[in-house]
């Protein structure tokens, strides 16, 4: 069989050459377009629920949110593992389900269940399903200086701009923005001044509540034009704020800036982020969707922060001090020089044990070309 096979190849040289072209070809095509890591995800489907309890403690976290989503999760065909992990404010809910599980199968029987648990929690509870990312996911950090910005500047530059441009990169699951502070507007209860015009807290929140948003008011028909009639009561500035009527006292309208003084502030932080020991620093962080390429993904990041830089303020600067494609790059460089050099030894070695250059040449051909074509056939 195998010298009728020889026979056969000597005989139609021409049809074995284009064959061994089009498998070599073939193959340096699916070679070029694998996607390549220097940390290989063996993590298994993996679908996480994240709940913010503003104010309460591991305990009440636990008994009031994370229990009764464990219970509601219960039951999910193949499911592995169910763990949660509280702390102060934070439920962290992980479900993992079997290898070979579609993850985005895995999203909807969560999202199912959640959404059928969501109105039995207390109130105040925010949150839900993190990104379609892995723990492995970290490919691209930055971090946003100069400008003479603050730090709550340059964090809303990086959640206003950057952080949504980023996440229309295609392989790109999402962008966390860390450090820095949150602008937002501090309201502080004048407890006298509230006492001396009967106000409550429940009256102060009810009065804010109601004062901050649009409402339609009908139609009003002019002719043949019907137009829209609407009340605006968004607040977008501290003076408006101030300006809210909390009660009428004596037929007075009692402001809320006379109750309680109204400024600018930032949210409770819960960490920092510091740069180099040198003071505090506004960081981004880019999680790739599982099973992205990380070096397709990290070319489209650096590729959309420059079409940025352009719409930047002056002397805003994006300095990168993680790149996951960089590793790759290294990574795969230190395999092609082993393989280069495996290769240059056989060569070698074949020449001083067959005797002839042009022998140990053809017979070493077999390793590049077999490598090739499983590159095909793996695609």
Known sequence: MLSRL??????????????????????????ATLPIDAFPDVSSTQV?????????????????????IEVEMLGIPNTKILRSVTKYGVADVTIDFQDGTDRYWARQQVSERLSGITDSLPMGISGGMAPITTPLGEMFMFTVDGGGLSLAERRSLLE????????TVAGVADVNSL?????????????????ASGVSLERLQEALRANNRNDGAGRLGEGDEVLLVRSEGSITGVDELRAVVVTVKDGVPVLLGSLAEVRIGSLTRNGVVTQSGKGEAVQGLVLGLAGANAQKVVEGVRKKLEEL??????????????????????????????????????????GLFLGDVRAALTVAMVLPLAALILYFVQR
């Open 179 to 195: 450090g820095g502070e949150v602008r937002a507007f501090e309201v502080i209860p004048n407890q006298l001044a509230m006492a």
């Open 48 to 68: 996480k629920v994240i709940m913010k309890a503003p104010g309460m403690t591991a305990e009440e976290v636990e008994s009031r949110i994370a229990v009764p």
């Open 160 to 167: 206003w701009v950057i952080r949504p441009a980023l996440r």
């Open 309 to 350: 830089k352009l719409t930047l303020p002056e002397g805003v600067t994006i300095n990168v001090f993680y790149d996951r494609a960089a590793l790759v790059s290294k990574a795969v460089g230190a395999v092609s020089s082993a393989l280069l050099e495996a290769t240059v030894i056989v060569i070698v070695l074949l």
């Open 6 to 31: 020889i026979q056969a190849c000597l005989s139609q040289r021409l049809f074995v050459l284009l064959a061994t072209l089009m498998a070599c070809g073939a193959g340096w095509f699916a070679f």
